[in-house]
C-alpha cells in the first residue's frame, strides 16, 4: 500500500488539515477574538494601554470621578486641566483610590496637590512598584492598596472653593 501525494488509496486530508489551520490562525486565535466592550469614556488602544476621559463635576469642596476598569493596569499618566473656573479654590488635592470588588475602594499613591486656576494642566504619575529580585509583601490595610485593583477613580478635595472650577481629565493607563 503506497502512500504520499500521488497515491489513490490513502490521502492525506489536506483540505480538512488547511481548514483547521484557518479555524485557528483567524476565528480561535485569542489574539484575534474582539475586545470586550468597554465603558463609553474608555478608548482602547493596544499593546495594553487603555486612555479614559472619567467625568467629574467639581462644584463644592469635593468631587469624584468616574470609575475606570483597570484589571490589568501598572501605571497611569493623569493630566488635568482646567477651564475657566468661577471663584477661589485653595490648597485642593486629588487621590486615587482603586477598588478589588467593585464596591470598597482603597487609597492608591499618596494624594497630589493640584492648582485649580483657569487654564492650569497639572499632570503626574502614578506606577505601582514591582519588585525585581525579591517578594514585597504589604501591610494590611482597609483603607489603602499597593497595586490598581479593577476599577480606579479619582477624589478632588479643596479646604476653600468657589462657585465651579471645569476640569478636563486624560488618563493613560498601561
Not at 81 to 94: D, E, I, L, P
Request: glycine residues 8%.
Amino acid at each position: 500500500m503506497r502512500m504520499g501525494f500521488g497515491s489513490r488509496e490513502m490521502r492525506f486530508p489536506w483540505l480538512i488539515f488547511l481548514g483547521l489551520l484557518f479555524l485557528y490562525f483567524f476565528a480561535l486565535n485569542p489574539r484575534c477574538l474582539l475586545p470586550v466592550r468597554a465603558a463609553a469614556n474608555v478608548q482602547q488602544r493596544p499593546t495594553g494601554v487603555v486612555t479614559d476621559t472619567p467625568a467629574i463635576t467639581i462644584a463644592g469642596a469635593t468631587a469624584t470621578t468616574a470609575a475606570t476598569p483597570t484589571t490589568s493596569a501598572h501605571e497611569a499618566q493623569i493630566q488635568w486641566t482646567f477651564g475657566t473656573v468661577v471663584g477661589s479654590y485653595g490648597t485642593c488635592t486629588v487621590q486615587a483610590k482603586t477598588s478589588y470588588d467593585g464596591v470598597n475602594f482603597l487609597t492608591l499613591g499618596s494624594a497630589v496637590s493640584v492648582t485649580a486656576t483657569a487654564g492650569t494642566v497639572n499632570a503626574w504619575t502614578i506606577i505601582e512598584q514591582l519588585g525585581t529580585t525579591s517578594m514585597t509583601t504589604s501591610s494590611v490595610s482597609a483603607t489603602a492598596a499597593l497595586g490598581f485593583g479593577q476599577l480606579t477613580k479619582f477624589a478632588f478635595a479643596c479646604s476653600s472653593y468657589g462657585t465651579s472650577a471645569p476640569v478636563a481629565v486624560a488618563v493613560i493607563y498601561r
